[in-house]
């Protein structure tokens, strides 16, 4: 049975950090690539990250880059997203999802598997 569990997410004020973590398991975590999607309140999904499977490629959403690193411990079968500076409008509910192939991609794409989500809500 695949499970992918989030956790991480909590209510920051701006600028502050958080590190969301996706558990992984029932399928073989180490040859997908991952993604990171979030959909903020009342607006559609947004892709937000991609890393391959061996965690050497990262792609990036324009509205994160140089804040949000991603990351993956196949070892841990875990996928990561530190979020630094955080901004109001980073406030979504973040799901991790299974790319189906080991090459990581820019944008949304079809996915087998996705989490639950966690929510992250940035105010002050």
């Known amino acids: 049975q695949v499970q992918l569990v989030e956790s991480g997410g909590d209510l920051v004020r701006p600028g502050r950090s958080l590190r969301l973590s996706c558990a992984a398991s029932g399928f073989a975590f180490s040859n997908r690539a991952m993604s990171w999607v979030r959909q903020p309140p009342g607006k559609g999904l947004e892709w937000v990250s991609d890393i391959n499977s061996r965690g050497s490629t990262t792609y990036y959403a324009n509205s994160v880059m140089g804040r949000f690193t991603i990351s993956r411990d196949n070892a841990k079968n875990t996928l990561y997203l530190q979020m630094n500076s955080l901004k109001p409008e980073d406030t979504a509910v973040y799901y991790c999802?299974?790319?189906?192939?080991?090459?990581?991609?820019?944008?949304?794409?079809?996915?087998?598997?996705w989490g639950q989500g966690t929510q992250v809500t940035v105010s002050s």
């Open positions: 999802a299974e790319g189906r192939t080991p090459e990581a991609t820019r944008g949304l794409r079809d996915y087998d598997y």
